[in-house]
């Protein structure tokens, strides 16, 4: 399978992975044959990527590091969530728990395994996919930091609640589909706050997960918010969600603004690291997550163009890729594999589709 832009999609094509709505269910299934209202749909949904099988890219399989059904169930339990606290009653902290250990022990069975993030997100399940996915993002760096179990549970805990303060802000600001004016931003701003009033009333959850949805936002030079702490006082596990959030939101599509490609997220995140985000994180961030995820299109120097086949985790800039046109731009008729670990004459030089 590989990963091209929706435009580039023709009647014919077949979707490789499935498409899920914002509670979780299945939109489009995986192995449906795309005609042109599947793209309409997808194009209202607001995506903007999609991934296919075709004959480039067979038998090359883009694995995410958890289940279809894991994540389902868990944007719906984050759903269930935010709806009953909207509707002001508690909620189910227990379903919180379960899910955190179901995906702590599916991310410890895929730990040497490269995060390719291969959830297409829709515009309006965004909070609940992005909760998801900085949950995901924050257990893996807690494993690949070396945290016990319990420190993984509570990260992991902290950051699938940590904007669960957005209940409180009005839908109209949240769901603004343009950017928001000074004004509303201050409100948007106000969910760090809301987050920890909710968070630290709840039994059976750890004062640490209301301490992450209260300075998720803090960064360590004292410009993020709402308290401009500044380094160590703010909690390593909020350094931890901080970098999750910013890397998931950033490679998300926005009403607003289109998403970065993996290599240019982490491009910012490694200039920001020291002054903004903890190095330490970082460093694990690009240990761990796919600069060029398998089923991207990309350039050599050489100007060969093929696909990605493989991550080597030591050498996250040097994956395996699969030549498919030669330096004329001339699609070969015996495509070849290349290991760039070994080639190091060879290197990306970016992101394209073929
Ligand atoms: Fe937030």
Same mark, same amino acid.
């Not at 957005?166 to 839908?171: E, F, I, Q, S, T």
């Not at 909690?235 to 901080?242: D, E, L």
């Not at 100007?303 to 001339?330: A, D, F, S």
């Given at each position: 399978m590989r990963k091209i832009l929706i435009d580039q999609v023709v009647d014919g094509m077949i979707l490789a992975n499935s498409i899920l709505s914002p509670n979780g269910k299945v939109l489009l299934k995986a192995g449906v044959e795309l005609n042109n209202s599947y793209l309409k749909r997808l194009k209202l949904l607001g995506i903007s990527e999609i991934y296919i099988e075709d004959d480039i890219s067979e038998g090359i399989n883009v694995l995410d590091v958890v289940s279809e059904e894991t994540r389902q169930e868990a944007m719906s339990i984050i759903q269930n969530v935010m709806i009953s606290l909207r509707n002001d009653s508690g909620f189910d902290t227990k379903q919180v728990h379960d899910i955190a250990e179901k995906l702590i022990s599916e991310l410890v069975a895929n730990r040497n395994v490269m995060v390719n993030l291969s959830d297409i997100k829709s515009l309006d399940g965004y909070t609940f996919a992005h909760s998801v996915n900085v949950?995901?993002?924050?257990?893996?760096?807690?494993?690949?930091?070396?945290?016990?179990?319990?420190?993984?549970?509570?990260?992991?805990?902290?950051?699938?609640?940590?904007?669960?303060?957005?209940?409180?802000?009005?839908?109209?600001?949240l769901c603004k589909p343009s950017q928001l004016v000074p004004e509303e931003f201050e409100v948007v701003k106000k969910h760090a706050n809301y987050g920890f009033e909710i968070l630290k009333k709840c039994d059976n959850i750890s004062t640490i997960s209301a301490i992450v949805a209260f300075g998720h936002h803090e960064r360590l030079d004292g410009s993020g918010y709402p308290l401009k702490l500044r380094g160590e006082s703010i909690?390593?596990? =909020?350094?931890?969600?901080?970098?999750?959030? $910013? !890397?998931?939101?950033? =490679?998300?599509?926005?009403?607003?603004?289109?998403?970065?490609?993996p290599h240019e997220a982490l491009e910012y995140l490694t200039a920001l690291s020291n002054t903004q985000f903890d190095s330490a994180v970082v460093a694990a961030f690009k240990k761990h997550v796919a600069i060029y995820p398998v089923g991207s299109g990309?350039?050599?120097?050489?100007?060969?163009?093929?696909?990605?086949?493989?991550?080597?985790?030591?050498?996250? =800039?040097?994956? $395996?890729?699969?030549?498919? !046109?030669?330096? !004329?731009?001339?699609?070969?008729?015996?495509? !070849?594999e290349i290991d760039l670990s070994e080639r190091l004459n060879l290197f990306i030089i970016g992101i394209c589709q073929l």
């Open positions: 949950c995901i993002l924050s257990i893996i760096l807690g494993i690949g930091m070396g945290f016990n179990m319990n420190r993984i549970k509570e990260l992991g805990i902290g950051a699938f609640l940590h904007d669960i303060g957005k209940v409180l802000v009005p839908m109209e600001i909690h390593q596990f =909020t350094r931890i969600v901080s970098v999750a959030d $910013v !890397y998931d939101a950033m =490679t998300s599509n926005r009403a607003y603004r289109k998403k970065l490609q990309v350039m050599l120097n050489n100007r060969q163009k093929g696909i990605v086949v493989k991550n080597n985790q030591n050498l996250p =800039t040097r994956p $395996v890729v699969r030549i498919i !046109y030669n330096e !004329y731009n001339q699609k070969l008729n015996d495509f !070849y």
